[in-house]
């Protein structure tokens, strides 16, 4: 059983959780987040802390941006894009249980005091910015890295707020390769 209580968006995503772990999961039923499962979340991030898993598309990083503001201490976890579409729709409920895990395994929390570790010019060498691979690569190692899909500068203010460290971040751009 899972410590932390899972946020996901819909009832489908909690059936898709239960088929690759047991975990306890608050379902925010889209962007509207009725005052009640506000309550619900503030309660279980205080007992037990919480992991925000929300789907890879833009109402999906809506949701995730408002609970981080409101809860910063919420572990995130990010299933990428290509794992989490199935039958032309892009969703948790989507994903296979393997998808789930390995987001699990890779939660991130924000760190209070950002470091200043990555710049632009990180990802404008490594192929992550100004070039027409750039999106897919940024894809890939974001999935690697455990930190989800953004554009360049949300990208870049993953990797200075996640804690990712230099190390890790070469280690995976040579696992995804040039």
Same mark, same amino acid.
């Given at each position: 059983m899972l410590k932390?209580?899972?946020?996901?968006?819909?009832?489908?995503?909690?059936?898709a959780i239960g088929k690759a772990l047991e975990a306890d999961t608050i379902e925010t039923g889209g962007f509207t987040l009725a005052p009640h499962t506000l309550r619900q979340i503030e309660a279980a991030y205080n007992k037990r802390g919480i992991i925000i898993l929300t789907d890879p598309d833009g109402a999906g990083e809506r949701i995730r941006r408002y609970l981080t503001e409101r809860f910063p201490e919420a572990g995130q976890a990010f299933i990428p894009k290509l794992l989490a579409t199935a039958h032309n729709d892009v969703g948790v409920e989507q994903a296979q249980p393997e998808a789930i895990l390995a987001a699990l395994a890779k939660v991130r929390h924000h760190e209070y005091q950002p470091q200043d570790e990555f710049t632009m010019q990180d990802l404008y060498l490594? $192929?992550?910015? @100004?070039?027409?691979?750039?999106?897919?690569?940024? $894809?890939?190692? @974001?999935?690697?890295?455990g930190i989800g899909y953004g554009n360049a500068k949300r990208f870049l203010q993953r990797l200075n707020h996640y804690g990712v460290t230099r190390s890790e971040f070469t280690a995976a751009v040579a696992k995804i390769g040039e």
């Amino acid at each position: 059983m899972l410590k932390e209580v899972l946020v996901v968006e819909g009832k489908m995503d909690t059936v898709a959780i239960g088929k690759a772990l047991e975990a306890d999961t608050i379902e925010t039923g889209g962007f509207t987040l009725a005052p009640h499962t506000l309550r619900q979340i503030e309660a279980a991030y205080n007992k037990r802390g919480i992991i925000i898993l929300t789907d890879p598309d833009g109402a999906g990083e809506r949701i995730r941006r408002y609970l981080t503001e409101r809860f910063p201490e919420a572990g995130q976890a990010f299933i990428p894009k290509l794992l989490a579409t199935a039958h032309n729709d892009v969703g948790v409920e989507q994903a296979q249980p393997e998808a789930i895990l390995a987001a699990l395994a890779k939660v991130r929390h924000h760190e209070y005091q950002p470091q200043d570790e990555f710049t632009m010019q990180d990802l404008y060498l490594h $192929d992550l910015n @100004g070039s027409a691979r750039a999106s897919a690569r940024r $894809d890939a190692l @974001g999935a690697e890295l455990g930190i989800g899909y953004g554009n360049a500068k949300r990208f870049l203010q993953r990797l200075n707020h996640y804690g990712v460290t230099r190390s890790e971040f070469t280690a995976a751009v040579a696992k995804i390769g040039e």
